[in-house]
């Protein structure tokens, strides 16, 4: 049976210029990853983290804009730090998870049961504001740069990606994940929902592909791979038997370098 490991642990925020005015941060606890776009009037922040550590420092030491956040799902690694924040768009799909998951004392179990975690637990920010509806489709006019919500279920029911439409980025969030893509919990869609998000993903024929984990800013081609890996999921290929943190077991099916991990009753649409 295959053993998931835990990445390495991080005590500070950091952030690198990944050009055309995208910069991205890594948090604690283990370097959860978010990005920040700018346009000529306004920045959009994509994610926020655990919400350890100060990410609204890190980004005023980049610019003065205001910011507009936005979660690409409900998870406290991605929503965590809203509360630094004014209220951040997400998908009403999502709002759920976000109100179960995101509040300190979720994230508070959450981080107690990672690798030296209990010393994080103090730094926890407070749970953050309720959320804003985003719709698929929308533009979001950051001022001489638009960015498109794209709704994709997968990984949650109300998971988005946002396409940067002036360089061809794509910030994924966890749908696209250069080792492995997440389709085992409560809240997840089934793997034939997954296969026609990237379908419409795949139609944008992104440049870049910038994820949630790392390694995190990946080549298009990683699309594809994980495109390839869910259809042959529903063509039939069997995953290898996985323990879950929780308790229970999954499936996880690997090909080309990537791998997804689901459940055999939330394969197929009804």
């Known amino acids: 049976m295959m053993e998931r490991k835990a990445p390495p642990m991080q005590k500070e925020v950091t952030w690198t210029d990944l050009g055309n005015g995208i910069y991205n941060f890594s948090s604690p606890p283990v370097g959860f990853q978010q990005y920040l776009v700018l346009g000529d009037k306004r920045a959009l922040l994509v994610d926020t983290g655990m919400g350890i550590g100060s990410l609204k420092n890190a980004v005023e030491q980049i610019t003065d804009l205001p910011v507009t956040v936005i979660n690409t799902h409900g998870h406290p690694d991605h929503a965590g730090g809203n509360a630094e924040f004014g209220p951040a768009l997400m998908c009403p799909a999502e709002f759920d998870v976000y109100e179960r998951m995101a509040t300190r004392e979720f994230r508070e179990g959450d981080v107690s049961h990672m690798p030296n975690g209990a010393s994080f637990v103090p730094q926890l920010l407070p749970t953050g504001p309720a959320p804003c509806p985003v719709e698929?489709?929308?533009?979001?006019?950051?001022?001489?740069?638009?960015?498109?919500?794209?709704?994709?279920?997968?990984?949650?029911?109300?998971?988005?990606?946002?396409?940067?439409?002036?360089?061809?980025?794509?910030?994924?969030?966890?749908?696209?994940?250069?080792?492995?893509?997440?389709?085992?919990?409560?809240?997840?869609?089934?793997?034939?929902?997954?296969?026609?998000?990237?379908?419409?993903?795949?139609?944008?024929?992104?440049?870049?592909?910038?994820?949630?984990?790392?390694?995190?800013?990946?080549?298009?081609?990683?699309?594809?791979?994980?495109?390839?890996?869910?259809?042959?999921?529903l063509d039939g290929a069997q995953g290898e038997e996985m323990q879950m943190r929780g308790g229970g077991t999954c499936l996880s099916y690997a090909s080309e370098g990537v791998s997804i991990c689901y459940t055999a009753e939330n394969i197929y649409n009804d």
């Open 136 to 233: 698929d489709g929308q533009i979001i006019d950051l001022g001489g740069r638009t960015l498109k919500v794209i709704y994709t279920p997968g990984h949650t029911h109300g998971s988005i990606c946002i396409y940067d439409e002036a360089t061809g980025g794509l910030f994924t969030g966890d749908n696209v994940q250069a080792r492995e893509t997440a389709l085992r919990e409560w809240n997840s869609s089934t793997v034939e929902t997954f296969r026609d998000s990237l379908l419409r993903l795949e139609a944008l024929h992104p440049t870049k592909i910038m994820g949630g984990h790392q390694p995190n800013v990946n080549e298009p081609e990683l699309l594809g791979r994980v495109l390839r890996c869910a259809q042959a999921i």
